[in-house]
Nanobody, 115 residues
Framework: QVQVEESGGGLGQPGGSLRLSCVVT???????MGWYRQAPGDQRNMVAS???????NYADSVKGRFTISRDAAKNTVHLQMDNLKPEDTAVYFC??????????WGQGTQVTVSS
């Protein structure tokens, strides 16, 4: 049984930082890990992703502000969010794609950016 669990998030100030973490249990055959976000009334959009080869991809809106990193030994992915903006407010979801192409999602963690 593959499980995906996010942690971190909460309330951040404009210009501040937050860090999200996601741990995967039940499988080590992971191809890609990533973060998506969904604001109220909006669709779920990719924020950042990282492959087993450490190849990263970022949404234009977060380039230069967010950094995704991966600890393969711990089956964990992190999202360091710096220079936060109010428009970063959303529920953030961890997404994992295994080598067999099955996709699993976490339940999401709320990030609110407000002064």
């Amino acid at each position: 049984q593959v499980q995906v669990e996010e942690s971190g998030g909460g309330l951040g100030q404009p210009g501040g930082s937050l860090r999200l973490s996601c741990v995967v249990t039940g499988s080590r055959l992971i191809e890609t890990m990533g973060w998506y976000r969904q604001a109220p009334g909006d669709q779920r959009n990719m924020v950042a992703s990282i492959t087993t080869g450490e190849r990263t991809n970022y949404a234009d809106s977060v380039k230069g502000r967010f950094t995704i990193s991966r600890d393969a030994a711990k089956n964990t992915v992190h999202l360091q969010m710096d220079n936060l903006k109010p428009e970063d407010t959303a529920v953030y979801f961890c997404r994992v794609r295994l080598e067999n192409l099955k996709v699993y999602w976490g339940q999401g963690t709320q990030v609110t950016v407000s002064s």
